[in-house]
T-cell receptor, first 108, second 114 residues
């Protein structure tokens, strides 16, 4: 079976940094994704890691350690528009399995 | 049409009724997926199709059926709706069978079964 864990909620101040952790135990692994989902909208792609290490894309970075079954998404210079749910997803047997998502609230 | 179109946007359905959720994509993607999203549970895969003419069961397939007669369309049918099928349903597609190509999601259908 699949077990993908991430915190339910996080709150941070505008301009700050927030790190969202994701741990996974899946029967297979072919890559890890992070998606952003604003309330009432569809998920949109943020990042993808298949090898260990850090992938940086503007204000967002994602890290993967396959041996530890661990990833994090780092959001820097937080803006109000970053208030959303962030979904960790594992490519398991060529289908994506999702965590329950982390709701990030950015306060002024 | 640009990307994935789902219809209807929302629906209130009486228990026991049959309902088909429509999903159409214009990207010529081979793989398509149906997920349901429930609070606290995240997105769970219902059914998928790696290519036209083939379908497969996901994590929560009971009470749902799909067909893939052509590349563009992937309808999801609830034969006899029950209140536990109240959820937001998302259709997604991927260029290839390997989702590392990236998923594109539709805007979702909010279904309430009463």
């Amino acid at each position: 079976g699949q077990n993908i864990d991430q915190p339910t909620e996080m709150t941070a101040t505008e301009g700050a940094i927030v790190q969202i952790n994701c741990t996974y135990q899946t029967s297979g692994f072919n890559g890890l994704f992070w998606y952003q989902q604003h309330a009432g909208e569809a998920p949109t792609f943020l990042s993808y890691n298949v090898l260990d290490g850090l992938e940086e894309k503007g204000r967002f970075s994602s890290f993967l350690s396959r041996s530890k079954g661990y990833s994090y998404l780092l959001l820097k210079e937080l803006q109000m528009k970053d208030s959303a749910s962030y979904l960790c997803a594992v490519n398991n047997d060529y289908k994506l399995s999702f965590g329950a998502g982390t709701t990030v609230t950015v306060r002024a | 049409i640009a990307g994935i179109t789902q219809a209807p946007t929302s629906q209130i359905l009486a228990a026991g009724r049959r309902m088909t959720l429509r999903c159409t994509q214009d990207m010529r993607h081979n793989a398509m997926y149906w997920y349901r999203q429930d609070l606290g549970l995240g997105l769970r895969l219902i059914h998928y199709s790696n290519t036209a003419g083939t379908t497969g069961k996901g994590e929560v397939p009971d009470g749902y059926s799909v067909s893939r007669a052509n590349t563009d369309d992937f309808p999801l049918t609830l034969a006899s709706a029950v209140p536990s099928q109240t959820s937001v349903y998302f259709c997604a597609s991927s260029e290839g069978q390997d989702p590392n190509y990236g998923y594109t999601f539709g805007s979702g259908t909010r279904l309430t079964v009463v």
